[in-house]
């Protein structure tokens, strides 16, 4: 049967569960308030800008590159009706979704996409198609829920004819649960509702919820190393994995034996964080835990960002095992934005708010919460009682949609993050606030600059940073030399260039800081050996 | 100044802090009573054997090949007072501590020695020695604290014309200690005992315990992968470290800037479990704790093997937070292997011994115990008291000093250990106690083949097996057809091939049906990038 190869019309597969030219579910987005439109009309300069989005049909993609006979051949490998070349299927998978893949959406001129999309269902199909694109010399983009912000399934073509979006969503199955050692193995199309669906009605989950939680999947999670809510208490998504498979250009590995190992270099560990560079990975083995028996929800108050960290750092260092612990900064605070659902409200609080949260059995659950409490207000903490958690739990995964409003009205808006050691938290937090306000202030706009911590470590924690500012001019130029300054100041001031957003193609300019030159021929080496045509998602991860 | 080049006579360096042919301290050493004897008779057959010990001065070693011009060359490069090939230099360095090591010392036949011994003291000295050696094809075993039990510094030649030991001896500083993250660096030489005293002068500690505390060093525990008594409570080594440091013949990686990074692969986890084939490590970051106000113990005895692990499982599980938790298995429980000095007391002990510890703050502290308490007694556990605990924590590092004894007795004396998920932990343990049985049998031996779970994780645990057997006919052979035996069955069984004493020499055969022989390319491609001449441990690790 020959391929789907009209440019246009109905989409031939199915599509990404995530809107094409926003977060998520369109029914989930709200519009801004006026009250709103005006604080940032006086506060930052925000106006009606020239946002407007297109529909689907006013569209225009570049033409499909993919050769006919390159079609057949890979239609042959994975089915007829598992290839399609229609715009319909090409657009959902066109980028990811950071500020910049949003604001490219709204482009009136020809915008890329990958040249065809291909829905293999089993690892030898992937192998077969991987041996064709590396004799054929086609690029291979693997993906996922398509969440990316850093770029990470931007369709690049690098040195080849054409470029495919290799879309895992049939890998959509629970292979395996085994409830004595607690693990499970999941295919790595599983998204994070459907993962606790299937492990759910075993009594079962697996806790990871970063904000891209509805959409992403398991093998993304793995390829761009997750981090979680509730990481405080299940770790982050790399500390879950204890076995990985992928197929790579060169064979197929099956990696991880045993819940510990001191067999030489841990593999696993190349892969985790590989970015689909290194390979396509097609099922993940994970820790998972029975479904808790009881939630405890707390809120703090702090005076100031330093204390509410030395706060979150006392609680780490004791380990009295909280399952989420959060901070908002003192302008975080101030605009409810770890309440998506009260922002805009007339209350302006004062102080850094921190959110708590105990999953667990009962009695354990309890007194973690009181030994966790009794830290916190020792450091200076005033307890604000659960509804602010609650509330926090609510709204988790709904800031996103904030961000569209804010670009339809005219706002940039967009968030970054890293991580360091607590003693050097302060000294980077200033600095990339410092260097994201100047820039902004540059390009014409005032911003505000909102921060907290969201990943707790004994030696360390993550930062998250919120950006809103006016647009000015060309608003992906403006947004460019922001992030730019944002990065070398990250790099300048002891951070990691990411703590979960991955590298992807954006932050790829600062890993050689990152790892050293000798540490990119390190990666460069394995790349090498693994996929020696180098038709693996080009122009990521690795400069 | 030209080196130090008698072939005998004094040690012209300061030497490893190990006895040359037994384990430890020759202090400590106990000879075993006539009670243990008469038992290793009649249960065993054990009788005299021929496996009495030479002195230093009996042992002739082959002599140094390094050339002389060699010897300059390196002289020059770190010092002459650094570099001897005087044989009372290099037989301390000859190997490391496993049966065949300390058999191949009681050797009359020439015994085969590193060619030299270096002792660099700067990073810039380690790169010149590495140069040079590539140019004049020279092969390195880095050296720590020379306790490797499975041939990681055995000093093998591989194509080139000689082998150096490498001792890091000299790295022995604290370089900093940063209070407030709980982050330690340490000089790859510093062995367990001063990493606890430097730490301890300001209230601060490791935690890490492996039975080769004593003489093992913060490198060699980064190169091995190695997991403490406390992995329970402060994890294994590798969960402990942040940095790495390494110098490499293509240059010098400075890895790990933040707790926890989403910027590609873990470049880290490459290096940790190197074993000194892909680079030096000269200094580690790691994750340090101040020191516990409260330690609680507690001991519990269960009906046997199968109820105990099900009880340490369900502590793990529900993460109540043990420090230490250990279970013997009824061989173990009967002998008291578990509180050595208490071994050949007339008492034989029924089920199976788990011993806990709990370090913390106090109020802590005395909860996680009351939770475990109430998990280890649901799950059919009946307490014992602290007593048993306290007599583990005394005697916790001197089993090997047994095994000198056993083998001066005649007996044949090893332990060895892998890891599995909970679920498969009982078949594995049955496969490799019968392997060994069988493959003693078959060299004409019964034998005790004891197991104990020293290290927990959600998902499994490590089995750790001591084996007393008589010698039969080549002590040696007789020892490598049972190892032989138990590693494939390990293979067969869905464990690891070691857990936490490293591949070296002894594991390298069965490494790639761990990791798979794309696994094994992977390794080979980052060993090319950083070590082009392979002159780096050869005959390690990578098969």
């Given at each position: 049967?020959?391929?789907?190869?009209?440019?246009?019309?109905?989409?031939?597969?199915p599509?990404?569960?995530?809107?094409?030219?926003?977060?998520?579910?369109?029914?989930?987005?709200?519009?801004?308030?006026?009250?709103?439109?005006?604080?940032?009309?006086?506060?930052?300069?925000v106006?009606?800008?020239?946002?407007?989005?297109?529909?689907?049909?006013?569209?225009?993609?570049?033409?499909?590159?993919?050769?006919?006979?390159d079609a057949e051949?890979?239609?042959?490998?994975?089915?007829?009706?598992?290839?399609?070349?229609?715009?319909?299927?090409?657009?959902?998978?066109?980028?990811?979704?950071?500020?910049?893949?949003?604001?490219?959406?709204?482009?009136?001129?020809?915008?890329?996409?990958?040249?065809?999309?291909?829905l293999?269902?089993?690892?030898?199909?992937?192998?077969?198609?991987?041996?064709?694109c590396?004799e054929?010399?086609i690029?291979?983009?693997?993906?996922?829920?398509?969440?990316?912000?850093?770029?990470?399934v931007?369709?690049?073509?690098?040195?080849?004819?054409a470029?495919?979006?290799?879309d895992l969503?049939?890998?959509?199955?629970l292979?395996?649960?085994?409830e004595?050692s607690?693990?499970?193995?999941?295919?790595?199309?599983?998204?994070g509702?459907?993962?606790?669906?299937?492990?759910?009605?075993?009594?079962?989950?697996?806790?990871?919820?970063p904000?891209?939680?509805?959409?992403?999947?398991i093998?993304?999670?793995?390829?761009?190393?997750?981090s979680?809510?509730?990481?405080?208490g299940?770790?982050?998504?790399?500390?879950?994995?204890?076995?990985?498979?992928?197929?790579?250009?060169?064979?197929?590995?099956?990696l991880?034996?045993?819940?510990a190992?001191a067999?030489?270099?841990?593999?696993?560990?190349?892969?985790?964080?590989?970015?689909?560079v290194?390979?396509?990975?097609?099922?993940v083995?994970?820790?998972v835990?029975?479904?808790?028996?009881?939630?405890?929800?707390?809120?703090?108050?702090?005076?100031?960002?330093?204390t509410?960290?030395?706060?979150?750092?006392?609680?780490?260092?004791?380990?009295?095992?909280?399952?989420?612990?959060?901070?908002?900064?003192?302008?975080?605070?101030?605009?409810?934005?770890a309440?998506?659902?009260?922002?805009?409200?007339?209350?302006?609080?004062?102080?850094?708010?921190?959110?708590?949260?105990?999953?667990g059995?009962?009695?354990?659950?309890?007194?973690?919460d009181?030994?966790?409490a009794?830290?916190?207000?020792?450091?200076?903490?005033?307890?604000?009682?659960?509804?602010?958690a609650?509330?926090?739990?609510?709204?988790?995964?709904?800031?996103?949609?904030?961000?569209?409003?804010?670009?339809?009205?005219?706002?940039?808006?967009?968030?970054?993050?890293?991580?360091?050691?607590?003693?050097?938290?302060?000294?980077?937090k200033?600095?990339?606030?410092?260097?994201?306000?100047s820039?902004?202030?540059?390009?014409?706009?005032?911003?505000?600059?909102?921060?907290h911590?969201?990943?707790?470590?004994?030696t360390?924690?993550?930062?998250?940073?919120?950006?809103?500012a006016?647009?000015r001019?060309?608003?992906?130029?403006?947004w460019?030399g922001?992030?730019?300054?944002?990065?070398?100041?990250?790099?300048?001031?002891?951070?990691?260039?990411?703590?979960?957003?991955?590298?992807?193609?954006?932050?790829?300019?600062?890993?050689?800081?990152?790892?050293?030159?000798?540490g990119?021929?390190?990666?460069r080496?394995?790349?090498?050996t693994?996929?020696?045509?180098?038709?693996?998602?080009?122009?990521k991860?690795?400069?």
């Amino acid at each position: 049967m020959a391929p789907e190869t009209t440019q246009t019309g109905r989409a031939a597969l199915p599509l990404p569960p995530m809107k094409w030219d926003a977060w998520g579910d369109p029914e989930l987005a709200k519009p801004l308030s006026d009250d709103i439109k005006g604080l940032l009309a006086a506060a930052l300069g925000v106006s009606g800008g020239d946002g407007e989005r297109l529909t689907a049909d006013q569209v225009v993609l570049t033409p499909s590159r993919l050769a006919k006979e390159d079609a057949e051949a890979l239609a042959a490998a994975v089915g007829a009706e598992w290839l399609s070349t229609a715009d319909a299927d090409r657009l959902p998978r066109a980028g990811g979704k950071s500020t910049p893949d949003l604001l490219r959406r709204r482009s009136r001129d020809a915008q890329d996409a990958p040249d065809a999309v291909l829905l293999p269902g089993t690892e030898e199909e992937i192998a077969a198609v991987l041996a064709l694109c590396a004799e054929r010399r086609i690029a291979v983009v693997p993906f996922g829920g398509g969440t990316s912000v850093v770029g990470g399934v931007d369709p690049e073509r690098g040195p080849f004819t054409a470029v495919l979006s290799l879309d895992l969503r049939r890998f959509d199955r629970l292979h395996e649960l085994d409830e004595v050692s607690g693990e499970a193995v999941l295919g790595a199309g599983v998204t994070g509702p459907r993962a606790e669906e299937l492990l759910g009605e075993r009594g079962w989950e697996l806790g990871h919820f970063p904000q891209s939680f509805r959409y992403a999947t398991i093998g993304g999670f793995a390829a761009t190393r997750s981090s979680g809510q509730d990481s405080a208490g299940h770790g982050r998504f790399d500390d879950m994995v204890s076995g990985l498979r992928v197929v790579t250009p060169a064979g197929t590995l099956d990696l991880g034996r045993a819940p510990a190992s001191a067999a030489g270099p841990d593999l696993r560990e190349l892969f985790l964080g590989s970015e689909g560079v290194l390979g396509i990975i097609t099922a993940v083995r994970l820790r998972v835990h029975r479904k808790p028996e009881s939630t405890v929800y707390g809120a703090w108050s702090f005076p100031d960002f330093a204390t509410g960290a030395a706060a979150l750092r006392a609680v780490e260092q004791q380990g009295t095992g909280p399952t989420v612990i959060r901070l908002s900064d003192e302008a975080e605070t101030a605009i409810n934005l770890a309440m998506t659902d009260k922002i805009g409200g007339t209350t302006v609080t004062g102080g850094c708010l921190a959110v708590t949260l105990f999953e667990g059995a009962a009695e354990h659950t309890v007194f973690r919460d009181e030994a966790t409490a009794a830290v916190l207000a020792a450091a200076g903490g005033t307890p604000l009682g659960p509804d602010p958690a609650t509330a926090w739990e609510h709204g988790r995964f709904n800031a996103p949609y904030l961000r569209d409003a804010l670009l339809d009205a005219g706002a940039l808006c967009e968030t970054l993050e890293t991580a360091t050691g607590w003693a050097n938290l302060p000294v980077l937090k200033a600095a990339v606030t410092e260097a994201l306000q100047s820039a902004l202030r540059e390009s014409g706009t005032e911003s505000l600059v909102m921060c907290h911590i969201s990943h707790v470590y004994p030696t360390g924690a993550s930062l998250y940073f919120t950006v809103v500012a006016a647009q000015r001019g060309d608003a992906l130029a403006q947004w460019a030399g922001a992030k730019r300054a944002a990065c070398d100041a990250i790099m300048a001031n002891g951070g990691t260039i990411t703590h979960h957003h991955a590298v992807g193609a954006d932050h790829r300019p600062w890993l050689e800081q990152e790892i050293g030159e000798l540490g990119v021929r390190i990666l460069r080496a394995v790349k090498e050996t693994v996929d020696p045509a180098g038709i693996l998602n080009p122009g990521k991860l690795i400069p």
